[in-house]
């Protein structure tokens, strides 16, 4: 897919779906070139047009990623113009990567260009707050990449106090996976630690760093 729409309210496991992508754009696609352009700012709209219509030197694949296109109705629809216009959802040389941290139902307000972008040739992933069985196993999935296991009562305790806010989780799982050296978490090791909810848009903090 030459469009690919990454949505939804959990920033931290967006984030993480962005970098594969982005990551796996870098492998194939070594000497391509990478844009990225956030259109909650003035004038950026200009700047995506402007990197969309540039040719491809050697015929690289170029990588534009677009976020907070729908924080902005004048600049989503002159993208979605643009779309249409260079017909970018055949385009070859040209991936176009949107990412949303925000739910469907937010987005669905400016309906045209949703379903523009979540159209079923484009490649489209809503990454909601995990819930039962799928939480447990990222949890346990991100003690691992940590070399720890955690057990599954402490997974309980985990999600009782910190909730199923992947940032807060991920937070908690680093603190847990550094604290004294050991690799099995049990329960009264989230006890120790101590949990305090900031309520912080990590997402955009991160972003500015």
Request: proline share 1%; with cysteine.
């Amino acid at each position: 897919a030459m469009i690919i729409f990454l949505y939804g309210p959990d920033s931290y496991r967006l984030k993480q779906n962005s970098q594969i992508v982005l990551d796996n754009y870098r492998k194939k696609h070594p000497g391509g070139v990478f844009f990225k352009f956030d259109l909650s700012v003035a004038d950026e709209t200009a700047k995506v047009e402007d990197a969309v219509k540039s040719g491809s030197l050697f015929g690289e694949v170029k990588l534009v990623v677009l976020k907070n296109i729908f924080s902005n109705k004048a600049a989503s629809d002159r993208i979605g113009d643009l779309i249409k216009a260079q017909n970018l959802l055949k385009e070859k040389d040209a991936v176009l990567l949107f990412i949303e941290n925000q739910e469907e139902k937010e987005l669905v307000k400016n309906k045209t260009l949703f379903n523009l972008l979540a159209g079923k040739d484009n490649m489209v992933r809503n990454i909601e707050y995990l819930e039962g069985g799928k939480l447990t196993k990222w949890i346990k999935g991100e003690f691992a990449l940590r070399e720890c296991s955690i057990e599954p009562d402490a997974i309980k305790e985990l999600i009782a106090v910190a909730g199923n806010e992947s940032w807060a989780l991920i937070n908690e799982i680093n603190k847990l996976s550094n604290y004294s050296g050991q690799t099995t978490i049990r329960r009264g090791d989230i006890a120790l630690l101590g949990f305090k909810k900031t309520d912080l848009n990590i997402f955009d903090f991160v972003d500015a760093l």
